[in-house]
């Protein structure tokens, strides 16, 4: 593991992170310390204005992007790297809502977005981990219901998964809590830190203009446009892209509202060397279907790179690393005795509805938020729809009317939704003992 990276945790700087410790991406872009002007201004340095700037880019616009902190400093930079087509939302929650062929446009966007994060990667194979496929694993013992399911999701997605039964995926995964399981073969382990990184860059080569630690404090109308307004400069933007999420603050209430900032956790364990095996012998990611779900990969140094949890306080330090070992050792309890090398946690933008809020606000004001837990394709996907509609007039983002700005319920939203979090939680402890006695 390389040296903690030198500069984390000072006021605008990466937290201290798996992530900010293997940053292979060194250039840092400027402030915004003048005025200038452009057709489109994208506000908020994640994965979705990285994505949307990179696209314009793509479309033959020279955008500005501009980062409050560093490119990739929020959900982005912090994330559990896992990358595969769909939506926070489950898919019966989404044909239930908007019927079948509209879900299959909806999932055509992120499988398509997919192909475009392969593409950007392109021969740039640190810019993910030497892994790819990830398990979906079911933590309750209901036999027949995870392969009806993965027909479903074939079908409608348009996707291959490949369904596991318990005892093959056992082979791999020692753990008595795993029942069956299914295999998405074309998701990726991404390092989201480097690649969204790189994707400013390439999007800087190809004519954007991207700007760090330059927070936004005030947009205003003009009569041609927008003027975005940061702590040393401005811009003059014919139009704007709004892709805060859940570092959002006040600077829109209309948007700040209609998401919840909820926080979920990542640790990093020491190399386990031999002991890794007595758990672990299958090279994919992992995760399963409780709502307090653990992600996990394994790197090749046989350090364990462990996901989980979502609540609205943000536990750090010591008192994380106790919390996401807790949670390892309940999966694998032949592991203890591990120690923690790093844990971290961020915040995620979640709808009451749970998809992604794409859209204009009014004519010119865009905005993609609201991406929750699986966001890496769905950001890119926003991206695309809305530098098409800028530069093409393409109406595709309008598949993401039926899910609003609806109202998060803020200031009491996060009350409501820990307690909520917690009642699911029961919900699975009452589920696993009723099937898995
Ligand atoms: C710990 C963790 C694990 C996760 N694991 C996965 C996973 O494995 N797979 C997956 O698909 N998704 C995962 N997610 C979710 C995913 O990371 C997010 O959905 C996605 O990164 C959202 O990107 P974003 O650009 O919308 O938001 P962010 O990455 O949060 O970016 C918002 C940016 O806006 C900037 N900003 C805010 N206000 C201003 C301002 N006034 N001026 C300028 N800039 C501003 C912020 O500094 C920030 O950089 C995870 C999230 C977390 C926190």
Known sequence: MAKPYARAGEKGEYIDSYYSRTLNEDKIFPELCEQITTPVCVIG?????????????????????????????????????FVSSGYSKGARDIVKQVGESHARELYKLTNDALGTVNRRIGDRQDLKENISGHFEVSWFNEPGVVEKNVDFINDL?????????????????????????YLKPDALQLHSLNYTCHSAREAEKGGARVFEKSPVTEITKTPNGWKVTTEKGSILADQIVMCCSAYIGGLNFKLSNATLPVATYVMLTEPLGDRLKDAIEGKWGVSDNRVSSNYYR????????????????????RKLEQIMMKDLLLVYPQLKGIKADVAWGGYMGYPVHKMPQIGELEPGFWYAQGFGGSGMTATVAGGEVVSDAIVNGDERYKLFEPFGLDYAGKPFGPIVAQTAYWLFQLQDAYKEWRLNR
């Open 298 to 317: 394994t790197f090749d140094d046989t350090s364990l790179f462990w996901g989980g949890r979502v609540s609205m306080f943000n536990p750090t330090g």
């Open 45 to 81: 340095g994640g994965m979705a204005g990285v994505a949307t700037a990179h696209s314009l880019v793509e479309k033959g616009l020279k955008p500005v992007l501009i980062e409050a902190n560093r490119i990739g400093w929020g959900a982005t930079g912090r994330n559990g790297g």
């Open 157 to 181: 997605m348009g996707v291959n998964y490949q369904f596991w039964p318990k005892d093959k995926f056992r082979d791999y995964f020692h753990s008595d809590h795993y029942h069956d399981a």
